[in-house]
């Protein structure tokens, strides 16, 4: 449930050996926040999937057996009063701390006052992105928290494929009326969008303002620690680190018939010899079908492939709720 001061509390209704009922705390949120709504949201995990964070173990050291292995992760989604919307992921081992990690914080322009999810898009605007061998799948329905008698096999089913996006269907809305579209990535997906929102940022930074005095020795070109997508190793703004601006991300699908050659400047233009790379290396990740069974010779073919492939699979991430 959530609360105006104590932001998310979980409990799991007991019986004692006599019958009488009790709640038991399941995990709480390791910070006070002035909540306005929550959203429980199992994320499927590929089979033996583990995670690389200490805060995000999918399963106990002690258990190995397929019967003990969980097949989800549960997700709670929460957003307050300071326009903030906060990820929390249910602990597998139950241990005296009952603080959940806090994975992801995302900053919006308002606040959200109700989180819902919904196959809502109607089926002509559905998108075929490039296909893809990912093993990641699943999306949909809330946890076994939530009411309603829809069985778990059908919430996790998925409404369309693309590429590295686990959940597509999540909507917010605030009290003027804003519309928003939430989805959860796998890592490989948020790391390549992660360095286009990079990207679009170091290359607007870079951009002349008015009475704006070039220093002598100032970088004129952007490298590739600019816009490395993983979170500073010291700890610092890891959880905001894992949200992806979509709008910002949007302006290289506005205008018609320049997308491309827009995508292509922005990597190639003003960068050194790394960030190329690093987009080719990250490409190959998201979508390595794609990027190995082109069978191009010619390497400027290769890369309008490559290119191609990108903005197709980015208008399927980007695509609106409605």
């Given at each position: 449930?959530?609360?105006?001061?104590?932001?998310?509390?979980?409990?799991?209704?007991?019986?004692?050996?006599?019958?009488?009922?009790?709640?038991?705390?399941?995990?709480?949120?390791?910070?006070?926040?002035?909540?306005?709504?929550?959203?429980?949201?199992?994320?499927?995990?590929?089979?033996?999937?583990?995670?690389?964070?200490?805060n995000q173990e999918v399963s106990s050291p002690k258990s190995t057996s397929k019967s003990t292995t969980p097949k989800y992760r549960t997700l709670?989604?929460?957003?307050?009063?300071?326009?903030?919307?906060?990820?929390?992921?249910?602990?597998?081992?139950?241990?005296?701390?009952?603080?959940?990690?806090?994975v992801f914080e995302a900053s919006l322009p308002r606040s959200v006052t109700r989180l819902r999810r919904g196959t809502i898009r109607p089926p002509w605007r559905s998108t075929n992105p490039p296909s893809t061998n990912t093993s990641t799948t699943g999306r949909s329905s809330h946890s076994h928290?939530?009411?309603?008698?829809?069985?778990?096999?059908?919430?996790?089913?998925?409404?369309?494929?693309?590429?590295?996006?686990?959940?597509?269907?999540?909507?917010?809305?605030?009290?003027?009326?804003?519309?928003?579209?939430?989805?959860?990535?796998?890592?490989?997906?948020?790391?390549?969008?992660?360095?286009?929102?990079?990207?679009?940022?170091?290359?607007?930074?870079?951009?002349?303002?008015?009475?704006?005095?070039?220093?002598?020795?100032?970088?004129?070109?952007?490298?590739?620690?600019?816009?490395?997508?993983?979170?500073?190793?010291?700890?610092?703004?890891?959880?905001?680190?894992?949200?992806?601006?979509?709008?910002?991300?949007?302006?290289?699908?506005?205008?018609?018939?320049?997308?491309?050659?827009?995508?292509?400047?922005?990597?190639?233009?003003?960068?050194?010899?790394?960030?190329?790379?690093?987009?080719?290396?990250?490409?190959?990740?998201?979508?390595?079908?794609?990027?190995?069974?082109?069978?191009?010779?010619?390497?400027?073919?290769?890369?309008?492939?490559?290119?191609?492939?990108?903005?197709?699979?980015?208008?399927?991430?980007?695509?609106?709720?409605?």
């Open positions: 449930m959530s609360t105006s001061q104590d932001s998310l509390l979980a409990f799991e209704l007991k019986t004692t050996t006599s019958g009488h009922p009790f709640l038991d705390t399941l995990f709480s949120d390791g910070r006070s926040r002035v909540s306005l709504h929550h959203l429980i949201v199992p994320i499927p995990l590929a089979e033996g999937q583990v995670s690389k964070k200490p709670v989604l929460i957003s307050d009063k300071y326009s903030s919307l906060t990820g929390l992921v249910q602990p597998v081992n139950r241990t005296l701390r009952s603080a959940a990690p806090t928290f939530t009411n309603g008698e829809t069985s778990m096999s059908s919430k996790l089913a998925s409404s369309r494929s693309v590429p590295g996006v686990l959940i597509d269907d999540i909507i917010g809305t605030a009290t003027d009326g804003t519309l928003f579209a939430f989805s959860i990535l796998d890592e490989p997906a948020w790391r390549f969008l992660k360095f286009l929102e990079n990207l679009l940022r170091a290359k607007e930074s870079l951009k002349p303002k008015p009475d704006f005095r070039e220093e002598k020795g100032e970088k004129s070109y952007i490298t590739r620690r600019d816009v490395d997508p993983e979170p500073d190793p010291r700890g610092y703004g890891q959880s905001t680190a894992y949200h992806i601006n979509g709008d910002v991300l949007a302006s290289l699908l506005e205008g018609y018939g320049s997308q491309k050659s827009s995508l292509r400047q922005l990597v190639s233009e003003g960068t050194d010899d790394e960030v190329p790379e690093m987009f080719k290396e990250l490409f190959q990740e998201v979508l390595p079908q794609a990027a190995h069974s082109n069978g191009f010779t010619d390497e400027d073919e290769a890369d309008e492939h490559m290119i191609s492939c990108v903005m197709q699979w980015l208008r399927g991430v980007l695509e609106s709720i409605l």
